[in-house]
Each structure stands twice: as C-alpha cells, then as structure tokens.
C-alpha cells in the first residue's frame, strides 16, 4: 500500500475510534463469516466474549481470531477498509478487547481472508492484516507482539506506528507513547536429569532447566505425551521446575519465555522425559512413594525404553527391564537414569510385612466349660496399605464358623459362646488371609469335652499352637 493510501487509511481508522467512543460504529454487518465451527455464525456486533477455556473463531476462510480463557471482548461492526490491502477482503472485522489475550492469524493466500481491527484502552488501536499477531490487555497496559507477517499497525491516539516481525510493543502508563522491543527468544540447552515416577509420594522429583533468557518474568511449559498427544500446560518464574503427579508416558518438553505483559516468545526445541510407571501385582501397595510386595512378587515398569537401571549400590548399569522384585526378603532399591548420566530416579521396594498375630484363648480351653476368644492383632501397616481387605475365617475341626467380628483399637475380636452341638475333641482353626487369598496369620488350638468329667479328671496341659505361648492370661 502506498504512503498516501495508507494516510487515507489511518484517517478513517482514527474516525472510527472516535465514533466508537462516542457510541457508533462504521460499516454493516450484512455479511456473515464463513460457517466453519459452531462459533463462527455467533460472531456479530455486540456478542460479548468471556470464554471459561481457550476458544478459536475462524472468521472466514484466512482469518481466525483465538481468545484465551478468561479474556474479555465485544464484537463491534466490520470496518470498511478505504483501499486494497495485501489482497484482503474490503471488510475488516473488529473487536473492543477489554481484558486478556487475543491470537489473530491471516493468511492472505487462502480466500476470502480479511483483516481485524482490535480496540484496547485509551484510544489504542491494533490492525492485524498478515501474519500471526497477539495482543494482552492488562490493568496496566496492552502489548501487541508480532511472531509473523509483514508488519502490524498500532495506534496510539493520533499516532500510528509499525511492529516487524519478531518484535513487540508495550503500552502502558510509564511508556504511553509505547515502547518497541524483541519478543522473547527461544529458551536453550532444555534438559531433563532423570526420569519421572507416576507414583504418589516419591521423594525424588524430575527436573527440567534451561538457560534464563534476558526480560523473561515466567516461564510456560508444554507437557505433549507422544502417544495419547494430551497436552498439559505449567509455569515456572525460575528457569527450572520439577515434574510431579503426571501420568505415565514418553513426554515432549518445549518451553518458551513470557515478559511483563504476558507476551511469549517462540518455543524451545523438545527435550524428553519418561514418567515410568508402576503397575502392582495383587496385595502388593504403594504408601508414601514406597513399594510394599511379597517376596516372589514382582512389579512391572512401563516407559522405560532407552533408560538404564541398577539395584542398591551396584556400580554396574544394565538395560532396564520391564519388572523389579525385592532382593530375597529384603528392602531393595531399583535406580532408574538417563544413558551415562549421574541423576538417578530410585524406586524403593519393601517387604509388605502384613503378618497378623492370631491369638485364641483360653490356652487350656474346655467345652462347655469356657468361652473362646478370637484376637486378630491387626499389622502396624494396615492403615497406609489402603488397598488391602482382611478376611478372617474359623473352622472347628474343618467346618466352616460363620463369627461376628468387632474392630477393637488395633485387633479384631469375635467370641464362639458354646461348643458345636457334636460331641468334641474338637480343633479349631482361625486364619486371616487378604482379598488376593495371601495367608497373613494362622493359629489353632484342641479342646477338649468337660461332659462326664470331674474337675480333678480335667488334664492341666493340652496341645496347642505356636502362638499361645504369647496369648497366655
């Protein structure tokens, strides 16, 4: 466009703030935008925009508008642009942008595609027509960045001035007139130390760091997972952050550094993390980052291509594999690192040790002469082992006895009042296993019959279980 045309231009551009301010607007809206989303037939003048989540309009075939959640905008009429520009259509579509950030992208090759005009606070104007502009408004200012494209014209009342690509422009109270400078560059040298646990309570975090970039306030990090490709968005303010409660996968780290305003620069190269995940063998439970399994059992890792790994302290790495047991009886600890590096990632394994003390009095017991009692003494590990049920059961000799069992303090109790309605000896059995079917503990004892007996004909020591020597009264 030439210089002349473009004062004919700016011209009408300042009319049409004026008249906006005043209440009025330029143009029609007889022509609708191209029908390509739900959203696209809803944008007429006077719809007020407040998306709860990120939310695009493509307005016709070469030009869409991106509104982040919680941004603020009314549609007003298109403007009618005095002479061709770059091939655009001879409507502009506009907006008031009261708060947040607004994307706009136009593409000039693809038909029909128009330019947009962008309203902000105190007489600024912004014209996208080419090219991939953002614009943030804020209680303090606005900022306009151009990532791609010619050029993007901003007006500060009476004043027009010209973004390149690549560069940005503030407006605020200490800088009116507006200041021009670079967008923020792309972050480098992006590395993860070690892998990530998808496990609740792990002590040692991931870390990813980059070199800080000069003006950058925060930093905003996307999380791709290459296979279910769910992104996750965090910020840092530093140039570091630790990965926690994610989801295994394979992860795509980019990170790209935001100034004052909002405004962020291009993306990092990707770096990679694997968060591994831990998949449980029946009764085996995780507490407080911890893994607590029987002896043979066995967990099984997920993403762990290209790591290697060791047990406890041995100086030799091996390729990882896909399952980790416990060394014998023993608490072992599986580390998991990058290739050669020296941050490792360690998985603690525990013996589960959930043995319950049963416990069944009294030790000399005879029918009908005593009540015997049932004590279940409860594992010190029963309450972080959420996932484990208890389930006791009794027999008399091998005959199921269905008990009523109550939680006392750290125990399970349940009384058997009378004998069987058989004549005895008879053995009883109480054991407890979990819902997997894992014995826990067991005990039993032989009662005798006080039928035809006299009280000096009872014999003062019978057979009992190894656990009775500990449950004596």
Known sequence: MRCDQFRVWVAVLLAASVVLASGMAMGDDTKAPTKATAKADDWHKGLKLAPTERETYRLCAGTSVTLDAAAVAEVQSRILMPTAIDGL?????????????????????????????????????????????????????????????????????????????????TISTAAPQGVESKLPVAPTHVVVDRPALALEGAGTASRATWDPVPGATRYSLTLLNTETKVQRKLEATEP?????????????????????????GPVSEPA???????????????SQGKVYLESLQQVTLTHVDGLESTYDNAPVYFQAARHAGLRGKQSTTLYLRLPGANERTPVELLPRALHTEVAISPALARWPRDKVVIRMQLPKMLSEA???ELVPSVTVNNQAVVLAWTRTGESLESVIPTPPNYPGPWVLRAEVRDQ????LGRNFLEIASTVGLDEDDIPREIHRGPAHSQAKR
């Open 89 to 169: 259509d001879s409507f502009a579509y506009a907006a008031q942008l009261t708060s947040g950030r607004v994307d706009i992208n136009v593409n000039a090759r693809q038909k029909p595609a128009a330019g947009v005009l962008i309203y902000g606070p105190k007489r600024t104007t912004v014209l996208a027509r080419g090219g991939h502009v953002a614009i943030v408004v804020t209680p303090t200012g606005m900022a306009v960045g151009l990532y791609d494209g010619k050029e993007a014209s901003v007006g500060i009342g009476a004043t027009w001035k010209h973004i390149t690509a690549g560069h940005m422009m």
């Open 436 to 439: 997997h079917g894992t014995v």
């Open 240 to 264: 570091s952050i630790a990965f926690r409660n994610l989801e295994p996968g394979r992860y795509e780290v980019r990170v790209a550094a935001l100034e004052g305003m909002g405004l962020d």
């Open 386 to 388: 959420h996932a484990v």
């Open 272 to 286: 990679y993390v694997n968060v591994v995940g831990i998949e449980l063998p029946p009764g085996a439970f995780a």
